[in-house]
């Protein structure tokens, strides 16, 4: 009965189950192999003889607040035709981890929910083998990975390491799909991958980034006839920035000249109804007192002009390296 759990419950073949042990906090099920899967990887001989054993503990699904065991006994074994010695291999392990293969499966389950540290904590493992299952399934995930429907590209970069180092991932912005993640920031970490989108996704259409000079003249060598888009809060926030050294340097040579103004930079211009010979003169005054404010308060509505919002403004309509340096 217990053998049919094992197999059932657990995916386990090949073994044969010959005790179990309980304690407070854990079931342990104690087994041993069978002949049924011994074959020689040399000659492929079906008999062998046992010629040395040991134990190995493996970790298994909990059973409602218990944690499992599987404690196997292993022989190995040498093959009665050619006296090949081999330890033998059983479906259900995971090369030389200690845990079986549907163990790995509960962990893959369970991080769909929670975090690396949470579900290590819950299964009462420490946490790098609950990170080493996830980047194994990962790398399986992406091993291949088809760029012939790539349409459109995000790349951006994110801190690892307290804003010392940094990792650019590449999306599809379709589907949400990492489609190349590599350590580092700068021109040649990334030049690699879009060489090889330019050879691959014939049906790229456009690659949205922010205002990395890296990023920028990367995808200008590799894929120099795409339309590259630059998203709205980069661009707002150097305009801003723009706007602000230009308003202090323009209010610095006003008070050279002794001249005050009151207008601020966010505003629209003011209309002045001109009746005599002197409220023309301080028109004109206040007109060219304030004419670089006004220019400068309308900067930022001009530019939304030019580029609505969800509108892809490619670089042969809308070349902003003119107008604002790429950083």
Request: include cysteine.
């Given at each position: ?22 304690r407070?906090?854990?079931v ?20 062998a ?9 493996f ?10 065991y ?13 006296a ?33 540290r ?70 040649e970490?990334?030049l ?16 949205a ?31 801003n ?30 209309s002045?109804?001109c ?7 301080l ?19 001009e ?9 892809i ?9 003119h ?5």
């Amino acid at each position: 009965m217990s053998t049919s759990i094992l197999y059932h419950a657990f995916g386990l073949k090949g073994i044969r189950h010959t005790s179990t042990h309980f304690r407070s906090d854990a079931v342990i099920f104690r087994a041993e192999m069978t002949s049924d899967l011994i074959r020689c990887p040399r000659c492929g001989c079906r008999h062998a003889s046992f010629k040395g054993r040991k134990s190995r503990w493996f970790f298994m699904s909990p059973i409602g607040r218990k944690k499992c065991y599987l404690v196997f006994d292993f022989h190995r074994l040498k093959c009665e035709d050619c006296a090949h010695l081999w330890w033998p291999s059983l479906p259900f392990m995971t090369g030389k981890h200690r845990y079986v293969r549907s163990f790995a499966l509960t962990v893959l389950d369970l991080l769909r929910f929670g975090t690396i540290r949470s579900v290590a904590h819950y299964l009462g493992v420490g946490w790098d083998m609950v990170k080493e299952i996830h980047k194994a399934k990962l790398r399986l995930l992406y091993r291949r990975i088809s760029l012939h429907k790539v349409r459109y590209i995000g790349i951006d970069e994110f801190s690892i390491k307290k804003g010392h180092k940094y990792m650019t991932v590449v999306t599809d912005l379709r589907t949400g799909r990492i489609l190349h993640a590599v350590e580092g920031k700068s021109k040649e970490d990334i030049l690699p991958f879009l060489q090889k989108l330019a050879r691959k996704a014939r049906k790229l259409e456009g690659i949205a980034m922010d205002m990395s000079s890296a990023y920028f003249y990367a995808v200008l060598e590799a894929l120099p006839k795409l339309d590259i888009v630059f998203d709205r809060y980069h661009i707002m926030a150097l305009v801003n920035q723009a706007i602000e050294e230009l308003r202090r340097e323009q209010q610095r040579e006003l008070d050279d000249l002794g001249k005050k103004t009151d207008h601020p930079a966010n505003e629209y211009p003011v209309s002045v109804m001109c009746w005599n010979d002197k409220a023309k003169e301080l028109a004109a005054d206040y007109h060219y007192s304030n004419f670089p404010f006004d220019r400068i308060a309308l900067a930022p509505q001009e530019l939304e002009g030019c580029s609505g919002e969800g509108e892809i403004c490619p670089r042969r309509r809308m070349n902003l390296s003119h107008s604002i340096s790429i950083t």
